[in-house]
């Protein structure tokens, strides 16, 4: 199944202007691959990302995710099905600052039809996982950044997704924790789960077992 991109074009418009982001991109991605998408500043890689994810829509084209024609879902079914799907992780973190790390892991497992109670325990395991039971009741701001990406991946995989969204994962943290949160990835992705990584990293790349390249919205494999 996996994803299925095909003769995808994106713009966007102000006022008058048009600007084409992404050009023509036809890529397939299958269950357990590891990809990761570079590209300088501004060659679209935010904008597909956006749209693998189901967070934004081509504006010609066609996108396939686990089988499903996106273009054919309306909002609330496409937010479904990005939320069983997939889970996201960004430069930045984007944690909850007023809330510890278990809350900010919950707070993403709420979406599913479990008991509160069992939402905690499945947040508690996601944390086990990243080897963070220890700081469990820490706000993001008594976290390093590698703890922080840490809370961060197990919110991104609470509701057991079968693909992974990260852009640019390590661009926040020092080469050596970049490469401990890599490994965390290459342990996802063992375990069965397609990973894809936006990165400008040529190192971090390398890591990965697939390298496309995007440039000025035209995609190509490496
Ligand atoms: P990257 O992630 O590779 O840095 P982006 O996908 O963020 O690139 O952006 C690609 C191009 O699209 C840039 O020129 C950016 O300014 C433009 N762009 C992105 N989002 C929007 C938007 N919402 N409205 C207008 N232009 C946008
Ligand atoms: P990043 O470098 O982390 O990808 P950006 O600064 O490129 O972040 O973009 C941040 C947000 O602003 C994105 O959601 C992107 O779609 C939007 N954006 C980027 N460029 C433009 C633009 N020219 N006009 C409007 N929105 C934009």
């Known amino acids: ?8 074009y994106k713009s966007y418009r102000n006022g008058d202007q048009i600007t084409e982001v992404l050009q023509d ?3 397939q991605v299958k269950d357990g691959e590891f990809l990761a998408m570079i590209g300088p500043s501004g060659s679209g890689k935010s904008t597909l990302m956006n ?18 024609d996106t273009g054919k879902l309306n909002d609330r079914k496409l937010a479904a099905i990005r939320n069983r799907h997939i889970g996201f992780v960004f430069q930045s ?8 790390a278990l809350e900010n892991v919950e707070l993403a497992g709420l979406y599913s039809n479990d008991s509160p109670k069992a939402v905690r325990e499945r947040a508690k395991q996601a944390l086990i996982a990243l080897s963070m039971e220890d700081r469990m009741k820490y706000r993001p701001s008594q976290l390093s950044g590698g703890q922080k990406q840490r809370v961060a991946i197990a919110r991104a995989i609470i509701n057991s997704p079968s ?8 661009g926040s943290l020092d080469s050596k924790t970049g490469r401990e949160v890599l490994d965390i990835f290459r342990q996802l992705n063992q375990e069965g789960k397609t990973i894809m990584i936006v990165t400008h990293d040529l190192g971090i790349a390398h890591e990965a077992k697939r390298i496309v390249n995007i440039n000025d919205g035209v995609v190509r494999e490496a």
Do not use: H, S, W
Request: hydrophobic share 40%.
């Open 163 to 170: 693909m992974i969204l990260a852009d640019e994962p390590t």
């Open 51 to 68: 749209i693998i994810g189901c967070l934004d829509r081509p504006t010609k084209g066609n996108y396939y995710l686990a089988g499903e």
């Open 1 to 8: 199944m996996g994803i299925d991109i095909q003769g995808v």
């Open 25 to 27: 991109v036809t890529l």
């Open 93 to 100: 973190f984007n944690l909850l600052p007023q809330y510890t």
